[in-house]
């Protein structure tokens, strides 16, 4: 009996080596061979070896095949794998109460993983201070409500990427935190869309934006004029109607409207030196800074000696240096220092500052050519003196007029014949004779002045004349949110 034991086990043992040998052979092919060993039957210890080893391959080749796997006693049940070839890349899919969830992919050409995101449906997260998005297994994420957010949490694993839809308006607050591009606060709409990446640690950027209006984020359009034909302001702007809004709800806009550097200033002096230059400063803009009082503004500049003199001596209130904030657009109509204001570009046509050029001279922009938002010019003018008429020559339409001679002499006499005059002769012969010149003639003289009679044509009447250009009218709007 112990003998055939003995002859029993080597037998196995053989098998068992003899099979490993054959599956080597054929190891580099993946099968779906059933997983489960038989029961029942009688097999040798070569052939039950042979069963178990092709339940082995099959796992460790993932059942790997172009048709889906039934192979745990004939049938298929959950958490089963399946690498699908029947398409390249290679499917890696595992299969869940009845169907078939991918994983993943696989490049046969290069051995590469290929990644997958979403599936699973839509996740939904309420919004507050910390909205955790590790919490759910889903890529897609709807974010519901309005309550500004501060981050995205920690539990996601890091380099986790999740896509995000807003229901609402919130704020998603531009922090270490949460890297928002631009690097300012941004507000969501209902309908937008972004992309974060978990950086690890609880920290967070948005990796991407798409607003449902279309419009892109664009930091470097705040501030910038544009002109609409649309019915109604376009979304990010506002009218150019020099309104003043406030610094706290447009903080892009508050960051980028505004002329800072350093500036030494002296207690009770209101000259103070900028560090850089005084380009874009003008009269009336409001200045603030350390040891500045409020209500305080631009009274002079100076592009030479790169100083800004203030409304009054008053308004320095300490010695010293400190960054120096010059308000390019204003407090705005109405405002204070929690406000800035937006340009009013409403019947006004936009030139570009003269730095250098020399074509906004001094006669008509005087030391504002090279100031922001200064009005210059007008849509008509009146002359005010000759010397701003053309040359020209007028003319002179006279009238008739009589001279009346009264002669001096006695002997000038008129002649019988009418129209004839003359010097009666000495001798009294004939009517009239001319005796020639002596010096005992009486000549004929008159002296006096004559004023003529006339009109020299008149023209004008005062009126103004037109200096504005050919224009087409839209709605001027300044773009506020980036």
Request: hydrophobic share 40%; glycine share 14%; proline share 5%.
């Amino acid at each position: 009996m112990k003998r055939s034991l003995s002859i029993v086990a080597i037998a196995t043992i053989s098998g068992m080596f003899a099979a490993g040998a054959v599956q080597s052979l054929f190891s580099a092919y993946a099968v779906q061979n059933e997983l489960v060993p038989p029961t029942s039957g009688i097999y040798t210890g070569v052939q039950y070896s042979q069963k178990i080893g092709d339940a082995f391959k099959s796992i460790a080749s993932g059942n790997k095949g172009n048709s889906a796997p039934a192979n745990v006693e004939s049938a298929t049940v959950d958490g089963l794998e399946w690498i699908d070839d029947s398409t390249t890349p290679w499917s890696w899919k595992r299969y869940i109460n009845g169907g078939w969830a991918v994983l993943g992919g696989f490049d046969p050409t290069t051995s590469a993983f290929i990644g997958t995101i979403g599936g699973g449906g839509f996740a939904s997260i309420a919004s507050g201070s910390t909205v955790d998005l590790g919490s759910v297994p889903q890529a897609n994420v709807t974010v519901t409500g309005t309550t500004t957010v501060a981050g995205f949490g920690s539990s996601a694993p890091e380099g986790a990427v999740k896509i995000l839809r807003f229901e609402g308006a919130l704020v998603l607050t531009n922090s270490s935190a949460l890297r928002v591009p631009g690097g300012f606060d941004l507000t969501t709409a209902a309908g937008d869309r972004a992309i974060v990446t978990h950086l690890g640690s609880g920290n967070w950027e948005v990796t991407q934006f798409i607003r449902d209006s279309g419009i892109p984020i664009d930091v470097a359009a705040v501030g910038r004029p544009d002109y609409s034909f649309q019915g109604a302001v376009p979304d990010l702007y506002l009218p150019g109607d020099g309104r003043a809004i406030s610094r706290a709800s447009y903080p892009a806009y508050a960051a980028k409207m505004v002329k800072v550097q350093n500036g030494t200033r002296i207690n009770g002096n209101a000259v103070i030196t900028v560090a850089d230059d005084v380009l874009d400063v003008g009269v009336g803009m409001p200045v603030e800074g350390t040891g500045i009082g409020s209500g305080c503004t631009v009274a002079d500049f100076s592009s030479v000696a790169k100083t800004i003199t203030l409304n009054s001596s008053s308004c320095v209130t300490s010695s010293g240096t400190a960054p120096v904030t010059v308000f390019l657009t204003g407090y705005g109509t109405g405002g204070d220092n929690t406000t800035i204001g937006v340009p009013d570009c409403r019947g006004r046509v936009i030139a570009g500052l003269d730095v250098g050029a020399g074509r906004l001279t001094a006669t008509w922009a005087g030391k504002y050519a090279s100031a922001m938002n200064v009005d210059l010019g007008n849509e008509k003018n009146n002359l005010t003196s000759k010397s701003q008429l053309p040359s020209t020559t007028f003319d002179f339409t006279g009238t008739p007029a009589t001279i009346t001679v009264n002669s001096p002499s006695a002997n000038v006499v008129q002649g019988s014949v009418a129209g004839q005059f003359g010097f009666q002769s000495s001798g009294g012969v004939g009517p009239f004779q001319m005796l020639a010149p002596s010096t005992s003639a009486t000549f004929l003289f008159s002296s006096g002045g004559y004023t003529p009679a006339g009109t020299v044509s008149s023209g004008g009447s005062g009126a103004s004349f037109r200096t504005v250009q050919p224009t087409l009218t839209a709605r001027c709007v300044i773009r506020v949110i980036p």
